[in-house]
Structure formats: C-alpha cells, structure tokens
C-alpha cells in the first residue's frame, strides 16, 4: 500500500504553502483570490490533470502507444449549497498517429487505472474526450 504525506503551512492571510519532497506550491487562501496562485479548486482540477497525464506517460509503454505531446482542459462545476464541485468536463488532445481504436483504448486505461482519477470520479461526475492532435507545442 502507498502512502503520501504533504506539509502545508500558512504564510499569511493571502497565501499557504504545500510542500512534500523537494518541491513546493503558494496557494491562494485568500478569501477575495489571487492570480497569482492555486485555489483549492484549481489545485482539484490540477491533481486530476497531473494523474491523467503521468497515467498517459506510464501507460505508453506498456500499450506500445506513440505520442509526442499532450494538452489537457479541465472545467469544474461548483455549486453553492453545499459548496461543492458537481461536475468536472475535460479534452485530452495528444499528438499522435495512433489508430481511432488505440486512442479509444489509452482513454479507457487512463480513466481505469487513475488514482486520483477514480477518487474524484467517485464523488464528482467527470467526463471528457480523449482526441487526436497533430503539432502540439513542446
């Protein structure tokens, strides 16, 4: 069984700091917001990002899957009352040559065997398209 531990810490009014092994993130704790920094929803839509496409990188491999590049757009829906998010919408574009068929199944896999991706998805519904996308920037 894995375990993950995250330290965060407030810096002050305006900001918090989350930090685990070598890295750090500023969040936006500030009841007005800030641009400069992750709120608690963003920091949701971007965990489920990062398990999408580091799903992507490691099931590649494994499937023979040929890429050179990924885009990924999350959407969240929040609701006041209760506050929470209802629904989360999403389009993973990847730059491949890979068959209709071979996308279709990456896409299956990455929902199946997504940490994150099946701990929201069982509390939130998330839905999106996994497509094809010729030239995305490096």
């Not at 641009?35 to 580091?54: I, Q, S, V």
């Not at 969240?76 to 279709?104: F, K």
């Not at 701990?119 to 490096?138: K, N």
Request: charged share 25%; proline share 5%; with cysteine.
């Amino acid at each position: 069984m894995l375990e993950y531990s995250v330290l965060a810490v407030r810096r002050d009014g305006h900001s918090g700091v989350a930090s685990c092994k070598e890295a750090e993130l500023v969040m936006d704790t500030d009841p007005v917001g800030r641009r400069d920094a992750f709120n608690p929803a963003e920091l949701l839509l971007a965990a489920l990002a990062a398990c999408m496409l580091k799903n992507l990188e490691r099931l590649a491999p494994m499937l023979s899957f040929r890429f050179h590049g990924a885009e990924l757009r999350l959407h969240g829906v929040r609701q006041d009352r209760p506050p929470q998010i209802t629904h989360i919408d999403y389009e993973l574009l990847v730059d491949t040559d890979e068959s209709d068929h071979r996308l279709a199944l990456m896409h299956e896999n990455i929902r199946k065997y997504g940490t994150i991706f099946n701990t929201v998805a069982a509390a939130v519904t998330v839905s999106g398209t996994l497509a094809r996308r010729p030239s995305l920037p490096a």
